[in-house]
């Protein structure tokens, strides 16, 4: 409910001031402010005579029984025209407000603010694997990138350079890394699920708990590499040189290691029992505990 007493303030040479009071908060603007940028609003049928108020005891005020707390973001915008920036929470707060005033383009300012700030949240893995490709089409070495987190699935890496980069909880599934330099790289819990790794450089590249299932390694160089509790089930790791690595606790079920360099490998407690080892070479490795 809106109450309004003598409010005008008349002079020919300055616009007409109110005063309001908005839940006991107190503003002073101007009838132009008010009605000029949004004439449909409640608020400039109140101020522009074609609504019905009701005089309110206190001298000078017109009080409106709704919470101050963002009607100077409602001033402001009726000034400027300017959406504020707040949280989330904030906003749904002022769309209340802005549709009691039904102030309809303050109403869809926010919304669209709102709109893009949920499409950038989604955007970085998207935007990411965009300019992957992009630096890759331009071959730019990208190496010591951080792409942790990011969708890269059925992304084409193949012959990139990408050392020391990082690919932690990545979802990489069907990327291919063919003949690319993965040196050291951290792929720590990645989803890797059927890449193509061919060739590729992974020396001392840390791929801790990946999920590496029906991966294709052959002739990849992964000395001193870390697969301690990966899933290489169904991979093809045929003439891949592991020298070195330790697979500690890694599922080889199905595995192909035909023709493999496990010398020095770690493979204690490791379950070979339906894995592929002809012609493998495991001199050195450390073999205690493992079913076979």
């Given at each position: 409910m809106i109450f309004i007493s003598s409010f005008l303030m008349e002079d020919s040479n300055l616009p007409t001031l109110?005063?309001?009071?908005?839940?006991?908060?107190?503003?002073?603007?101007?009838?132009?402010?008010?009605?000029?940028?949004?004439?449909?609003?409640?608020?400039?049928?109140v101020f522009s005579?074609?609504?019905?108020?009701?005089?309110?005891?206190?001298?000078?005020?017109?009080?409106?029984?709704?919470?101050?707390?963002?009607?100077?973001?409602?001033?402001?915008?009726?000034?400027?025209?300017?959406?504020?920036?707040?949280?989330?929470?904030?906003y749904s707060e002022l769309i209340r407000e802005a549709e009691y005033y039904q102030l309809l383009g303050l109403i869809e300012g926010v919304s669209s603010v709102l709109n893009k700030r949920k499409e950038d949240e989604k955007s970085p893995?998207?935007?990411?694997?965009?300019?992957?490709?992009?630096?890759?089409?331009?071959?730019?070495?990208?190496?010591?990138?951080?792409f942790s987190f990011a969708c890269l699935k059925n992304v084409f890496f193949s012959r990139a350079n990408l050392q020391c980069a990082k690919f932690r909880d990545v979802d990489a599934v069907g990327s291919n890394f063919h003949n690319a330099t993965l040196r050291e790289c951290e792929f720590t819990g990645a989803n890797l699920r059927g890449a193509l790794l061919a060739g590729a450089n992974l020396q001392s590249a840390n791929l801790q708990d990946a999920s590496l299932i029906d991966c294709s390694f052959c002739v990849a160089d992964l000395r001193s590499a870390h697969l301690q509790s990966a899933d290489l089930t169904?991979?093809?790791?045929?003439?891949?040189?592991?020298?070195?690595?330790?697979?500690?606790?890694a599922k080889l079920s199905n595995a192909n290691l035909k023709g493999a360099n496990l010398q020095r490998a770690y493979l204690?407690?490791?379950?070979?029992?339906?894995?592929?080892l002809e012609g493998a070479k495991l001199d050195g490795a450390n073999l205690l505990g493992a079913i076979r």
């Amino acid at each position: 409910m809106i109450f309004i007493s003598s409010f005008l303030m008349e002079d020919s040479n300055l616009p007409t001031l109110v005063r309001l009071s908005i839940g006991g908060k107190k503003f002073c603007t101007t009838i132009d402010t008010l009605t000029r940028r949004e004439p449909d609003s409640m608020l400039a049928a109140v101020f522009s005579s074609r609504h019905t108020v009701y005089q309110d005891s206190e001298k000078g005020y017109v009080f409106v029984d709704r919470d101050g707390k963002h009607f100077r973001h409602i001033l402001n915008w009726l000034r400027d025209g300017v959406v504020p920036t707040l949280t989330d929470s904030e906003y749904s707060e002022l769309i209340r407000e802005a549709e009691y005033y039904q102030l309809l383009g303050l109403i869809e300012g926010v919304s669209s603010v709102l709109n893009k700030r949920k499409e950038d949240e989604k955007s970085p893995a998207e935007l990411t694997r965009t300019d992957i490709i992009k630096c890759i089409q331009s071959e730019r070495d990208l190496s010591l990138v951080d792409f942790s987190f990011a969708c890269l699935k059925n992304v084409f890496f193949s012959r990139a350079n990408l050392q020391c980069a990082k690919f932690r909880d990545v979802d990489a599934v069907g990327s291919n890394f063919h003949n690319a330099t993965l040196r050291e790289c951290e792929f720590t819990g990645a989803n890797l699920r059927g890449a193509l790794l061919a060739g590729a450089n992974l020396q001392s590249a840390n791929l801790q708990d990946a999920s590496l299932i029906d991966c294709s390694f052959c002739v990849a160089d992964l000395r001193s590499a870390h697969l301690q509790s990966a899933d290489l089930t169904d991979a093809n790791l045929e003439g891949a040189n592991l020298e070195g690595a330790n697979l500690k606790g890694a599922k080889l079920s199905n595995a192909n290691l035909k023709g493999a360099n496990l010398q020095r490998a770690y493979l204690r407690h490791v379950n070979l029992r339906d894995t592929h080892l002809e012609g493998a070479k495991l001199d050195g490795a450390n073999l205690l505990g493992a079913i076979r």
